[in-house]
């Protein structure tokens, strides 16, 4: 939990928090599916798994430097640890970048792929501490919390009637930031999916109470039906008004609820009769204190929250009997660009998001005349892809146009892609980066300063300049971008650069440095310390969904707190013929 100030700002804003919390809730609050506890199969989480996760988080803080403070060796090795138990379940994982963070650093987002994906519940948890120590009750404890009940509910895999996204934030000790991006990264129809979202900031407080966050909700109804069923009588969370992630979805008109159990408000005589504990001390006394450790954890006040989060998951989201027989459609790319006379391939891959895999034919509908549409095989096992070959004859029709991928199964699913279809002898041709080689000064190029160099400490491909980034050993982000226009009507595209890594990291595991390569919107790849070589190696990718259109090349290197790593660039160009 971030630290209250005393400004007046926020002092409105806390306010407007509690004003919200006492208000009706809104109409796309969700409703229990179920109300007695008994009735529910939710699982019994066991608070011995919570403690090795909240256990393993202590030992990441004090092998890197005593802390896990966002953008630092200690927070990245805790992403990491989260990431490869929940990609070992079968999640799907993703690591968004906060690039309006105090310390950049990225968010960790975790969806189950069963349920609808347009009714989303949320249940979420910094993951970052405090630099003064290892963060254990804040938020060690609500992060293991929510990271064990995610591997149950893969391990049981229950028929799902809502999507379920679990996130752990960066950042929020700095002013809730990461959670405020990622929030502000959705666009207005992905916030209409998310139906509640649910905090979890310090659960395991050793002098705490019962509290949650918009008691009287419906949102959060199903946590206070668990409480309820144990006999603590919670209270309204009023210490953390506006003061933890949750907070960053209210603004956003999202429904949002969440347990805690203190932070370094004092115990009334009231709460001590009532929960047991000391009066006129402190929830947490190692709130933001070095004592944060393994050893400032309630196992009671952990347990309870664990299986409150678990029994709210399921009366929010999972069904009853055997999941139906689902699956999903993707293409990638999801355009192209095809000249009379030529072919295009993408590839369209298939998951199965309930029950068990089944056939799904492949077929596709929407391209103009002159244009075919196959697909090899044309019918997979859900969980395996076909290759679309999209073929223009020399006279079709000239154009943009939609052509819908269609799964037939036990039900119907599709997707898009768009396509471009041009007249083949208008191609313009030739090589689009301009500098490729970095030896003309800087133009075009946008980069940090220094970056394009002919520092001795790295040597160049060709000439005497390349592009440089990090090789600082400290905490660091710097970018080089250039503005592309892709011819239209050509053939191929080939996006290429020649790429050196050098690094004093030693680990064979974790990535600490990285090095993003994106072009318009899509990140084509990421590289990082642990993929340092000797010499240069060749880069290339595919650019033709690009064609006709105006784009920008960026690379972004960023570096942790030690020990450097270098990506050295060289020879960039993305040629069309």
Known sequence: MRLRTSTTGL?????????????APPATAIRPT????????????????????????????????????????????SVAYVRSALEAAGYTVTEQTCTTCVYRSNNLLAEWPHGP?????????????????????????????????ALVLAQQNPTMTKRVRFAWWTDEEQGLNGSEFY???????????IKGYYNFDMVASTNGGYFINRLTSTTAAPLKAYWDSLGLQPEENVEGQ?????????????????????????????????????????????????????SNISSTHLDRSA???????????????????????????????????????????????????????????????GVTVSFSPASVTSGGSATMTVTASPTATAGAFTVTVTGTGSVSRTATYRLTVTDGGNCAGGQVVGNTSFESGTAPWTATSGVITNSAGQPARTGSYKAWLGGDGRTRTETLSQSLTV???????????HLHIDTAETTTRTAYDKL????????????????????YLLRSFDAASYAGQTVTLRFTGTEDASLQTSFVIDDVTLQAS
């Open 11 to 23: 002092a409105v804003a806390v306010l407007a928090a509690v004003t919200m919390t006492l208000a």
């Open 34 to 77: 179920a109300a007695p506890v008994a009735a529910l199969a939710a699982p019994d989480i066991s608070v011995a798994n919570v403690q090795a996760h909240v256990s393993r988080f202590h030992t990441i803080a004090t092998g890197n430097g005593g802390n896990r403070r966002a953008g630092s060796a200690g927070y990245t090795a």
């Open 117 to 149: 994906a347009d009714q989303v519940v949320m249940f979420g948890a910094h993951l970052d501490g405090v630099a003064a120590g290892p963060g254990v009750n804040d938020n060690g404890s609500g992060s293991a919390a929510l990271l064990e009940n």
């Open 183 to 193: 929030v502000n990264s959705l666009t207005a129809t992905q916030r209409g999916h």
């Open 242 to 294: 506006g003061r933890s992630d949750d907070y960053s979805f209210q603004q956003a008109g999202i429904p949002t609820s969440g347990y805690a159990t203190g932070a370094s408000a004092r115990k009334t005589s009231a709460q001590a009769a009532k929960w047991g504990g000391t009066a006129n001390a402190s929830y947490d006394p190692c709130y933001h204190r070095s004592c944060d450790t393994i």
């Open 307 to 369: 299986d409150g989060v678990a029994y709210a998951l399921w009366q929010l989201a999972v069904g009853t009997g055997n999941p139906t027989d689902d699956f999903s459609v993707t293409v990638s790319p999801t355009s192209g660009t095809v000249a009379r006379g030529a072919s295009a391939t993408a590839t369209v891959r298939t998951a199965t998001t309930g029950g068990s895999a089944q056939t799904v034919t492949l077929s596709a509908s929407g391209a103009p005349a």
């Open 487 to 497: 011819p239209a009507g050509c053939t191929t595209y080939t996006l290429a650069f």
């Open 516 to 535: 993003t390569v994106q072009l318009g919107t899509t990140t084509l790849a990421t590289y990082s310390n642990l993929d340092a070589a000797s010499g």
